[in-house]
C-alpha cells in the first residue's frame, strides 16, 4: 500500500479503539521498551499524545523516564517550516495545546538535536524495513535528519508491521526500533 492508503486505513484502526484499550496498549508499549537497550543513555525525546487522533499515551514512558532520572526532551512545533523546536521538559515546563491538538511547550531550556540519544518516533502505520508513515508533513524526517546517526529512532505503535510501504522517498527517516503491545521489531544493523 501507499502512504496514503496506509494513513487512511490505521486511522481508521485507531478510530475504533476505546479509551480503556488506548491505556492497556499504551501500558503494554511501555513495558516492551523496558526490555530494549537503551536506558544507559541520558537524553531522550518523547511525543506528546494527540488525543483527538488516538495516538499512544506516552505518559507511561515518561514515568518509566522521570522514575531513572533521563532528561526528556518535547518539542514546539513551527507549522510554516515544518520543522521542531526540543525543549527540556522540566518540573516548571508549562503545556499548551496547539490548533492541532499537540500539546507542547510554551518555552524552556532549548536543547540541539545532537544532543538528543534516544527518540520515540509518533507514526500511523511502518513496514518490516524500518519505513514509517506519519501525517505527511514531514516534521520528523527533518528532525531525524539532524540529528546524531547513532541517536535510536523508535517508532510506537499499536499495530503489528506492514510488508513493505510503496513509493518511499530518500529524505524518509528510517526508525531503527519499531514497538508495539506484544513485539519489538529490530531495524537496526
Not at 537497550?37 to 523516564?65: A, C, D, G
Amino acid at each position: 500500500m501507499n502512504k496514503q492508503e496506509l494513513r487512511t486505513k490505521y486511522k481508521a484502526l485507531r478510530s475504533e479503539l476505546t479509551e480503556d484499550e488506548i491505556e492497556n496498549l499504551s501500558m503494554e508499549v511501555a513495558n516492551q521498551l523496558l526490555k530494549l537497550p537503551i536506558w544507559e543513555k541520558s537524553y531522550y525525546h518523547i511525543f506528546l499524545p494527540i488525543l483527538k487522533q488516538k495516538e499512544i499515551n506516552t505518559e507511561y514512558i515518561l514515568h518509566i523516564l522521570q522514575g531513572k532520572d533521563k532528561n526528556v526532551i518535547v518539542s514546539k512545533s513551527n507549522f510554516d517550516a515544518h520543522t521542531l523546536e526540543h525543549f527540556l521538559l522540566t518540573d516548571t515546563t508549562v503545556l499548551q495545546v496547539n490548533s492541532w491538538g499537540i500539546p507542547e511547550p510554551e518555552d524552556g531550556i532549548p536543547i540541539p538535536e545532537n544532543k538528543i540519544e534516544v527518540v520515540f518516533v509518533p507514526l500511523l502505520a511502518f513496514d518490516k524495513m524500518g519505513n514509517r508513515v506519519g501525517y505527511g508533513k514531514g516534521f520528523y524526517d527533518k528532525f531525524l535528519a539532524k540529528c546524531n546517526p547513532e541517536t535510536i529512532k523508535i517508532g510506537l505503535s499499536f499495530f503489528d508491521a506492514e510488508n513493505s510501504i510503496d513509493r518511499t522517498i530518500p529524505s524518509d527517516m528510517r526508525i531503527d526500533y519499531c514497538v508495539t503491545p506484544k513485539n519489538t521489531y529490530i531495524f537496526k544493523n
